[in-house]
């Protein structure tokens, strides 16, 4: 079947860590991105990519980085720039730059030890 | 700024008792609102998108329509598996569609 994979589920980071979400999709889309979800509120763009070895920063881009070396991967990196990691990370997907239909991943809850 | 204001942020109802989210949008130039479903510990999941004011859509138990300045989310006699995180977001002009604007979210809890 077709989808978004999202690893690890849960992730723990200790202080001065950097860690990497894992996101992969085979819908064969070109548009890829990361989002972060704190409780009880919205969706936050972080970085999102339309090609590959392209990508922009969303509107909460500081601390985090990412890399589009292949269509079918986006890997996120929390690094110890991020003070306050601790969030449900979401990655999405969409056909093209203009479609409007977001495909979502299963999502990474990270936890600072 | 857009802004995207969903309410109320909590609804419970009992099964087969009908009622509304709403979805209210600031926005200049919108393309399309979407709306989403999200159960504890998952992605959200595609539900609609309206396009212009007096659209209507619908899917089993719900229906969404659009104004020049809402959206509502119609839940006709729901039961205890529709309950969850239904999120609206607005894509505005030519943005991408990543790039839409989220609501915080409206949870619905139905009771047997």
């Known amino acids: 079947d077709g989808g978004i994979t999202q690893s690890p589920k849960y992730l723990f980071r200790k202080e001065g860590q950097n860690v990497t979400l894992s996101c992969e999709q085979n819908l064969n889309h070109d548009a890829m991105y990361w989002y972060r979800q704190d409780p009880g509120q919205g969706l936050r763009l972080i970085y999102y990519?339309?090609?590959?070895?392209?990508?922009q920063k969303g509107d909460i881009a500081e601390g985090y980085s990412v890399s589009r070396e292949k269509k079918e991967s986006f890997p996120l990196t929390v690094t110890s720039a991020q003070k306050n990691p601790t969030a449900f990370y979401l990655c999405?997907?969409?056909?093209?730059?203009?479609?409007?239909?977001?495909?979502f991943g299963s999502g990474t809850q990270l936890s600072v030890l | 700024e857009d802004q995207v204001t969903q309410s109320p942020e909590a609804l419970r109802l009992q099964e087969g008792e009908s009622s509304s989210l709403n979805c209210s949008y600031t926005v200049s130039g919108l393309r399309g609102l979407f709306w989403y479903r999200q159960d504890p510990g998952k992605g959200p999941e595609f539900l609609f998108t309206?396009?212009?004011a007096g659209e209507e859509k619908e899917k089993e138990r719900l229906k969404a329509t659009l104004t020049k300045k809402e959206s509502f989310l119609h839940i006709t006699a729901p039961k205890p598996e529709d309950s969850a995180t239904y999120l609206c977001?607005?894509?505005?002009?030519?943005?991408?569609?990543?790039?839409?604007?989220f609501g915080d979210g409206t949870t619905l809890t139905v009771k047997p």
């Open positions: 999405a997907s969409s056909r093209d730059r203009g479609s409007e239909k977001l495909f």
């Open positions: 309206l396009y212009s």
């Open positions: 977001a607005v894509q505005v002009g030519n943005t991408n569609a990543g790039k839409s604007t």
């Open positions: 990519s339309q090609i590959v070895n392209d990508f």
